[in-house]
């Protein structure tokens, strides 16, 4: 009973590409996010939704487009992968918004080639 | 703009020894500060939280952070460093905006390696 998952865990893909990574979590929390963890383990925020509206959209390339069906899920799309999407995406949630402790997926590690 | 300094990229203690990882912010007002650890190939895991209160905050593991004000900083520590607890450590801070918005920042991150 994994508190927050992610599938899949790896993606290989090559460019041009639509993909789709899934994030569900059982801890009835409200908040939920996408982060992008690069090469050199940097974690840049993407997206935040709480209880299924967007709040953080940070600068990224509109290929990438998140969705809550409901405050359990948010899925993340990207179209037309680029080599600079290859990276590791973490999916979070947090029991009191945007700016308390978050509880991170294991991750999904997506190479573009 | 608010950010989150961690100076040391990379720390290696001996087994047993003590260990500070240093993290500094930079914010108009005090926020939410957070430590994570990343183990090789997973997620990252909460290790402690600072909301308010007394500045020294126990986490798992037997790690412990201070908060100090005056320095912005953030300071974790362990008296005991065991071979498990080589890994990634991020701090973070958790910004208020108002309303339902905020952010949360992660540092660059601190990589541990343990000598037997």
């Known amino acids: 009973d994994t508190a927050v998952s992610q599938t899949p865990k790896y993606l290989v893909t090559q460019m041009g590409n639509d993909k789709s990574i899934k994030c569900e979590q059982n801890l009835g929390h409200d908040t939920m996010y996408w982060y992008k963890q690069d090469s050199k383990k940097f974690l840049k925020i993407m997206f935040s939704y709480n209880n299924k509206e967007l709040i953080i959209n940070e600068t990224v390339p509109n290929r990438f487009s998140p969705k809550s069906p409901d405050k359990a899920h948010l899925n993340l799309h990207i179209n037309s992968l680029e080599l600079g999407d290859s990276a590791v995406y973490f999916c979070a949630s947090s029991p009191r918004g945007v700016n308390t402790e978050a509880f991170f997926g294991q991750g999904t590690r997506l190479t573009v080639v | ?116």
């Open chain 2, 1 to 116: 703009a608010q950010s989150v300094t961690q100076p040391d990229i990379h720390i290696t203690v001996s087994e047993g020894a003590s260990l500070e990882l240093r993290c500094n912010y930079s914010y108009g007002a005090t926020p939410y500060l957070f430590w994570y650890v990343q183990s090789p190939g997973q997620g990252l895991q909460l290790l402690l939280k600072y909301f308010s209160g007394d500045t020294l905050v126990q986490g798992i593991k037997g790690f412990e952070a201070e908060f100090k004000r005056s320095q912005s900083s953030f300071n974790l520590r362990k008296p005991s460093v065991h071979w498990s607890d080589a890994a990634e450590y991020f701090c973070a801070v958790g910004l208020f905006y108002g309303g339902s918005q905020g952010n949360l920042i992660f540092g660059k991150g601190t990589k541990l390696s343990v000598k037997p």
